[in-house]
């Protein structure tokens, strides 16, 4: 198994923590948080990840705009979006915009460290 360093965003601390603690979990290194889009892509060039995790959904710049960002900042990025459920067409904006995976949220521990090693291994 391949440990990621990553880089865990989401508008909500409580989701921040349940996303740390299922990487954590599989071995994996949580370099660092951000809770908007903005701080996203500003803490995703400062650190470079291995991995970022990235909620659509929060004030200000969303997840798919930050998500363009870093994209086109690193076009080998590999994020990793998490939304709740009934959020389809953003998870096809998401895909087509570059990101390698998406998990439904409250990520379930094994679903979001499956998402990890396939987004390594790619």
């Known amino acids: 198994m391949t440990v990621a360093r990553v880089l865990v965003v989401d508008d909500a601390p409580y989701m921040r923590q349940m996303v740390s603690d299922a990487l954590r979990v599989g071995g994996h290194e ?21 991995i ?13 705009a930050a998500l363009r960002d870093i994209i086109g900042m690193d076009p080998s990025a590999r994020v990793i979006m998490c939304s ?5 067409a953003r ?5 087509v915009a570059g990101a390698r995976d998406f998990v439904v949220k409250p990520p379930r521990t094994q679903r ?9 291994a790619a």
């Not at 970022?52 to 997840?63: F, H, S």
């Not at 709740?84 to 389809?88: E, I, L, N």
């Not at 998870?91 to 895909?95: L, W």
């Open 91 to 95: 998870v096809v904006e998401s895909i």
């Open 112 to 120: 979001m460290l499956d998402a990890v090693q396939s987004a390594m």
């Open 52 to 64: 970022c995790t990235l909620d659509v959904t929060m004030p200000g710049k969303d997840g798919v």
């Open 84 to 88: 709740a459920p009934g959020q389809d």
């Open 30 to 50: 949580v370099i660092g948080e951000a809770s908007n889009g903005t701080e996203a892509v500003e803490r995703f060039r400062d650190l470079q990840p291995d």
